[in-house]
């Protein structure tokens, strides 16, 4: 008899471990659907706000720009330069030796199109803002850029030429959505 009482024993003990074990992983599954609840608003906040979205990337209208003309728009609080350049201004900036240049790059690897030349309107050197946008604005010896802090000169691809900055202008990422507007960002 002793033996069936063991194995009754036995035989209880062991549908209590299968629930027992049941209940720790039910309630282990509860607390990480818990957890992961509790953590999505936190995680959902490092998103960025639709007004950091808006300001991303900007659209920008080039039919009221003429041949010859610019415009500085803003982005990411950063002045962009968008000129239109002439045919000569063009043929400068590609019969330029690039091996000659500090910061070395062709005119064709800045540009989306020819007729358009889109950079960062700010000095590699300490951040200032050259001149060059307006028509009356001094230009530098290369047609391009000047930033009359330290004088650095750009040219007509925004490459520094000549000047204490170390790097060209900088190009955003931007694309052509159609002959009259590109989107920068």
């Known amino acids: 008899m002793a033996s069936t009482v063991h194995s009754t024993a036995h035989g209880a003990h062991g549908d209590g471990g299968t629930r027992r074990d049941f209940l720790y992983l039910a309630t282990g599954a509860m607390g990480a659907i818990g957890a992961g609840l509790a953590a999505w608003p936190l995680v959902d906040s490092m998103n960025p706000s639709a007004e950091v979205l808006a300001v991303s990337s900007t659209e920008v209208d080039l039919a009221p720009v003429a041949v010859g003309m610019a415009l500085t ?5 950063k002045p962009v330069f968008v000129r239109h350049r002439t045919d000569k201004e063009i043929k400068e900036a590609e019969d330029v030796n690039v091996a000659e ?5 062709t005119d064709k690897a800045r540009t989306e199109k020819p007729g358009w030349i889109v950079v ?31 004088g650095s000169h750009y040219d007509t691809s925004g490459r520094i030429r000549k000047g204490p900055a170390p790097l060209n202008l900088a190009v955003p990422a931007y694309s052509f959505l159609s002959d009259s507007k590109i989107k920068i960002g």
């Open 73 to 77: 728009v803003k982005w990411r609080g």
């Open 101 to 105: 240049l500090r910061d070395p790059q």
């Open 120 to 150: 960062v309107g700010i000095c590699t050197h300490l951040g200032c803002v050259p001149l060059g946008q307006k028509p009356t604005d001094p230009r530098g010896d290369y047609g391009g850029w000047f930033c009359p802090c330290h």
